[in-house]
């Protein structure tokens, strides 16, 4: 499994826009790198993937590099309610494998 | 959908008896996953099945847990003798199929107390 790093914790202000990085520099050329969050007392959710190129849904946006070492999640307005635990994996096999994520807090 | 569906919500016991944790997938979605959360370890994957055989139980603690898939609708994982440390919060998830580009979806938990 691919090594990730995740600051430990960040914070922004309501409404204003978050990005949330991961490092992944052990990445290998299948693995597709997914997202998910953990709201307080929820199970995981799923938040978004990609292989090479940017994506974009109703969540968020993910900013992968060119050399795919490392991506960036973006909550264009963050809110309240994306206060939770963000998860960045690697997945080459079909288990996913958490790591200790960021712990995001949004000040009203 | 309902979604994978988890039963009961919160388990309390006492050490030595048994616990059994169920587990409802989506319908139609041929794989499942249990994991297990503390604040000390996070998340992690016991086992998960794919078209209810067990493709991976390197994650499964020892021998006091097991885990059973008897048909597409359903999975139990029974901890047998519970113990203090198996407290924590157990999640199922479940996918569509196999492969690095399915999602899972996550059920709401179990929380497990051993007194």
């Known amino acids: 499994d691919a090594k990730t790093t995740q600051p430990n914790s960040m914070e922004s202000n309501e409404e204003e826009p978050v990005h949330l990085p991961c490092n992944h520099s052990?990445?290998?050329?299948?693995?597709?790198i997914h997202w998910y969050r953990q709201l307080p007392s929820q199970g995981p959710e799923y938040v978004i993937h990609g292989l090479t190129s940017n994506v974009n849904n109703r969540m968020a946006s993910l900013a992968i590099a060119e050399d795919r070492k490392s991506s960036t999640l973006i909550l264009h307005r963050a809110t309240l309610r994306d206060a939770a635990v963000y998860y960045c994996?690697?997945?080459?096999?079909?288990?996913?494998?958490f790591g200790q994520g960021t712990r995001l807090t949004i000040n009203p | 959908d309902a979604g994978v569906i988890q039963s009961p919500r919160h388990e309390v016991t006492e050490m030595g008896q048994e616990v059994t944790l169920r587990c409802k997938p989506i319908s139609g979605h041929n794989s499942l996953f249990w994991y297990r959360q503390t604040m000390m370890r996070g998340l992690e994957l016991l086992i998960y099945?794919?078209?209810?055989?067990?493709?991976?139980d390197s994650g499964m603690p020892e021998d006091r847990f097991s885990a059973k898939m008897p048909n597409a609708s359903f999975s139990t994982l029974k901890i047998q003798p519970s113990e203090p440390r198996d407290s924590a919060v157990y999640f199922c998830a479940s996918s569509r199929g196999t492969g690095p580009n399915e999602k899972l979806f996550f059920g709401s938990g179990t929380q497990l107390s051993v007194l």
């Open positions: 099945f794919n078209n209810n055989v067990p493709i991976d």
């Open positions: 994996i690697p997945q080459g096999a079909q288990k996913l494998v």
């Open positions: 052990t990445i290998s050329g299948t693995d597709y």
